[in-house]
């Protein structure tokens, strides 16, 4: 009886054994030939999530493709942004050379202390590509020219004027102008630098064509701003930005769109390719996006935009000059309140937040607690800033640390019952919970970046120099936003972002 269970068990562990290679053997040969495993569940062994019904849902339109994302983790913090408009008055601004990668440190300056500029005026331009300017936000005086470590220009501060007078251009016809007149008109607007470019994501070269350009109408980053809300009152110039950007490729202009967008007036866009993702953060992130839509390959080159990097394009052919408004989402727990202020690119943080600090010991984030860039009252928003988040500062020390699980927190740990609460919202603070230890290969960067990456042996690429593997495990795709939710799970504390750009440099260094 024992030698038959045993024989049992044996023919049923082979049988196990041999349907999992075959399953990996055929996952392998499908991304061979492009296929998308996770979207199309390709395997011998069925899915527990399959879906027979391979029909697109009803929200995403018939000329639309739909893409359905099963890796990812959504952090649910409290503080969300309500739908109402805050009072701020912003009267400083400043642009930020450092915020533009690429550039040289010190710049050439267009103007200097005390002198006046309008809205939109060119104030400086990078020495190794002078044909691209970079314009005021505000028309104003020039107070100060701020500078840091060997001379380096950190901030150009602008004293708003009360009443804004704005740098006119006379923006050529687009049914008429050719694309190397385009290109020379936006190099020479200010425009230009809203233009990012993959691999690197840097600003994207005027001498390139891109592939393709590719433009995220949603973010799922905690607490990120609401598209619509950032557009309102803008919809002709989002249209007009389109329209120009799709005469900068030969290729297509791609929107992504979420299901809560499928009945808005941006699903209607005209002169692009509608995509609907769903699925938890990163689907909002362009990079995810690119590679279930056209992965980039080598020697590829693409373009991506914010959308109100693109409404502010169109402004300079609906108004004729270069609209540097923006809206920014306040957001987190230690807000008094939450919701959006207008302002301009480049506003001072104290200006913008003023007195709705709950508390004192708070962390200021420009951006989203996964990828933004900690902020003081005296420092300026940088050129592609959305949201303000606040979180509580974490400058204590935890009794047994993560051995007790006393407080609720947001982790993919289940040693914390969240699963219980799917609704819960937290209010975590900025304590790491642990220091930088070993960097080993738990799986959890895969299990939550949905891209046919494997993040771990990209990482030790960079740190050993190997630029042929860094190339073949797909740097050329990524972003710190795509793993920045990779940091999040680390349990190794690894400053896998920082470790990224590092590559991301160390490639671009060797065109």
Known sequence: MLSTILIATGIILLLAVILSVSDNLLQIEAKKSGIDIEQDDIGIIPKLSFDGNKSKPNFAKNSASYHKLKKGFDIKLAGEANNVNLNASSSTFAVRPMDFRGIAPIPKLFVEVGQEVKAGQPLFFNKTTPDIVYAAPVSGEVIEVRRGAKRAISDIVILADKKQVPHSVSAPDLSKVS???????????GAWPMINKRPFDVIADPAEEPRDIFISAFDTAPLAPDASILLEGKEKDFQAGLNVLAKLTSGGVHLSLNQSQSNSWIADVNNVHTHYFSGKHPAGNVGVQIHHISPIHTGDTVWTLGVQEVASIGSLFTHGYLDCTRKIAIVGSEFSKTGYVSTHIGAQVSEIVGDNLATDNVRLVA????????????????????????IKEGDYNEFLGWLVPIAPRPTLSGTFPNFLYPNFK????????GEKRAFVASGQYESVLPMDIYPTH??????????????????????????????????????????????????????
């Not at 694309?179 to 607007?189: A, P, Y």
């Not at 937290?426 to 919970?433: E, G, V």
């Open 458 to 511: 990209l990482m030790k690429a960079i740190l050993a120099n190997d630029y042929e593997r860094m190339e073949g495990l797909g740097i050329n795709e990524l972003s710190e936003e795509d793993i920045a939710l990779c940091e999040f799970a680390c349990v190794s504390k690894q400053p896998l972002q920082k470790i990224l750009r590092q590559g991301l440099d160390m490639m671009r260094e060797q065109l």
């Open 367 to 390: 951006g989203d607690v996964l990828s933004g860039r900690k902020v003081t009252q005296e420092d300026f928003l940088s050129f592609t800033t959305d949201q303000i988040t606040t």
């Open 179 to 189: 694309r190397e007149d385009l290109v020379t008109f936006l190099v020479g607007s």
């Open 426 to 433: 937290f209010s975590p603070d900025t304590n790491t919970h």
